[in-house]
């Protein structure tokens, strides 16, 4: 890990062909403090900008997020610098919120963090362990501190990310055993040797309350990022990504329909932004299915490609809203891939 912590491509006049080496010491040489560092030797460097370049890519706006990521990006940079001229300085601390609605990113964006972070030597490994209260809280008394040291053996080395983290403080029944996973969680996020990022996700009202109830949690947490709900224009972005990453397109009248079936239903119970585009585009997709098979004739590659607009009307949000009775739309787990 020492070695990957600082990957700089050292340049050795006179060996090999002259190409930059990457530094396989674990204790790389210290620079002269008359040295000049070019960042872009950084082998980091590269894997960092493709991540950015993805996340800029594959994910429409957010663009505070993007901002955030890239800040923290710079920061491990100039960290990874520092060192190679032996400037040491505490670690960075790395422990994150991502505040936000149902289906705004956050899971996706961990992801991202992950790769970046482990890019930069920063965890050992790219991996995210998500959890829940239930994975991390006991039933019994004497069974939290196993389940919780359980998780974090699983995360270690990657990201632990607690979603819905607030569930795990429960003001109003003082025996509760989430406190026992806060007092662990604390410990472990202090340890410098842990090599554990943890990234508390959840909606940002409970957030706030979470963290101004637990001032010892709040104050570790060093980034917090936050997702705010899509815009119309940016969920039929999302949408247009997710047709065409699947290999569909939609027609001219079927890309008007799923604008119309959007503003509808956005203003739906249990509205979960891009995963409710998603879950919409998955039943268009079953629709369109059914009608080419109904059709009993051969069919050609665009047919089998296009969304038309009758396999966005059929749905059940175009039915009369004020008695809005078929929950399949607004039923958002993975039951919800019914036609509706
Ligand atoms: N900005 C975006 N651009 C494209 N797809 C997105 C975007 N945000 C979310 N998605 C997609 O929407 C779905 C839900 O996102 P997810 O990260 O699980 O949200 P959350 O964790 O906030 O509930 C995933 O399929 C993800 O790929
Ligand atoms: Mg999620």
Redesign the pocket.
């Known amino acids: 890990m020492a070695a990957e912590a600082n990957g700089f491509r050292l340049h050795r006049p006179g060996v090999g062909d002259g190409r930059p080496v990457r530094a396989e010491s674990a204790e790389p040489e210290i620079l002269d403090d008359d040295a000049v560092l070019d960042l872009s030797t950084d082998i980091a460097g590269g894997d960092v900008e493709d991540t950015l370049r993805r996340l800029d890519a594959?994910?429409?706006?957010?663009a505070n997020v993007k901002r955030r990521v890239r800040e923290i990006a710079a920061l491990l940079l100039i960290d990874r610098a520092r060192q190679r001229f032996g400037l040491s300085s505490s670690r960075p601390t790395m422990h994150m919120s991502f505040t936000?609605g149902?289906?705004?990113?956050?899971?996706?964006?961990a992801l991202r963090m992950a790769e970046m972070l482990h890019a930069l030597g920063y965890i050992r490994k790219p991996k995210v362990h998500t959890v829940t209260r239930d994975d991390l809280v006991g039933q019994f008394i004497g069974h939290t501190a196993p389940k919780t040291k359980e998780a974090l053996a699983k995360a270690a080395g990657g990201v632990l990310f607690i979603d819905e983290a607030y569930y795990l403080f429960r003001p109003e029944n003082e025996r509760d055993y989430g406190q026992e996973v806060i007092e662990i969680l604390l410990q472990e996020m202090e340890s410098e040797r842990a090599s554990l990022v943890v990234i508390f996700?959840g909606y940002p009202d409970r957030m706030e309350r979470f963290f101004s109830a637990n001032p010892g949690l709040s104050s570790r947490v060093a980034h917090h990022l936050e997702?705010t709900d899509?815009t119309h224009a940016?969920l039929m972005g999302?949408a247009e990504?997710?047709v065409a990453g699947e290999n569909f397109r939609f027609d001219e009248p079927a890309h008007s329909a799923f604008a119309e079936y959007l503003a509808l239903r956005m203003t739906r119970p249990r509205f979960?932004?891009?995963?409710s585009?998603?879950n919409a585009l998955d039943r268009c997709r079953l629709r369109q299915a059914k009608r080419l098979v109904e059709l009993h004739t051969p069919l050609t590659k665009t047919d089998l490609i296009t969304l038309t607009d009758r396999d966005v009307y059929g749905s059940s949000v175009f039915s009369d809203s004020s008695v809005f009775t078929d929950s399949s739309e607004t039923r958002e787990g993975p039951s919800a891939r019914a036609p509706a």
């Open positions: 594959e994910l429409v706006g957010l936000g149902p289906g705004t990113g956050k899971t996706t964006v996700a997702f899509y940016e999302i990504l997710m979960s932004n891009a995963r585009v998603r």
